[in-house]
């Protein structure tokens, strides 16, 4: 498979408006990407590739994370089954954060709580500030307990 | 206006599964923010929150940032015109990230280069990996030089 090869980032103007990916991770070596049902354009996911895991999904095409709860390299869907395939990786404007537009496999969630996106629940805004968050999926796609087991919770306090 | 609080982060269901809001900031007092468009689901940029950048978003019901370059609270579109008008916003199962679906005024632009996205640039994945980024949008929505004259250009190197 192709390397991706990761450039130097020698101007403000290549970074912004060449053609040649030079990502910038922050200090803790991370970088945000955000995950997008390419079918629906919902917001499936937040995650953190460090390097490893942004050449292993421009490599592979399969969604790879850094997991911050577990500090490791994380291709998503390994346990679950529900691996995202990419349909196409964006990158911004200064190369510090990726998009994806994935297809979910199996039951097309991603969210370890059991639903399909993470932002599963609305924030209320304008003269409803302050209200109770809404939920906006009915029922979770699947059992949790049944897909992680014992493996422990990656929300932290 | 109502004043949203943020509570106590008491335990991990409460958190994923509860209708209270208690964000959780980052070591540098920042949580991400993922801005959609409304219309046509796709992701215009990756922005940060602090505290009162939240509770401002949440109340105006209009986006409101951090300037990680700037270091300063920063309503968006204050100097372009281009304010976004939260549709929507969704937190997700940890509560340390945020998801704004945003109506953008006047151009429709969000990225500072002229662009409506700031991912304007498609990176090979798979067989075609390693080869040049591929600009998904043919021009700019707005000229930069005009709008922002001689401010500073926020991408750092």
Redesign the interface.
């Known amino acids: 498979?192709?390397?991706?090869?990761f450039h130097p980032?020698?101007?403000?103007e290549e970074?912004?408006?060449?053609?040649?990916?030079a990502p910038?991770f922050g200090p803790d070596g991370l970088l945000?990407c955000?995950t997008?049902d390419a079918a629906?354009?919902?917001?499936l996911?937040?995650g953190w590739m460090n390097d490893a895991a942004l050449r292993l999904?421009?490599?592979?095409?399969e969604a790879h994370y850094f997991s911050r709860a577990r500090l490791t390299l994380w291709h998503k869907g390994a346990t679950s089954g529900l691996v995202q395939q990419?349909i196409?990786?964006?990158?911004?404007?200064?190369q510090d954060?990726?998009?994806l537009r994935v297809a979910v496999a199996g039951s097309g969630a991603s969210?370890?709580?059991g639903?399909r996106s993470?932002?599963?629940?609305?924030?209320?805004?304008?003269?409803?500030?302050?209200?109770?968050?809404?939920?906006?999926e009915d029922a979770k796609s699947f059992d949790p307990t049944l897909v992680y087991a014992d493996a422990p919770?990656?929300?932290?306090?």
């Open positions: 498979m192709p390397h991706p090869e980032r020698r101007s403000v970074v912004e408006e060449g053609t040649v990916l910038k945000p955000i997008t629906t354009g919902n917001v996911m937040l999904t421009l490599q592979t095409g990419v196409e990786a964006r990158i911004d404007d200064d954060a990726i998009w969210c370890h709580v639903y993470c932002f599963y629940r609305a924030v209320p805004t304008g003269a409803d500030a302050g209200g109770p968050l809404r939920f906006r919770n990656p929300t932290q306090l």
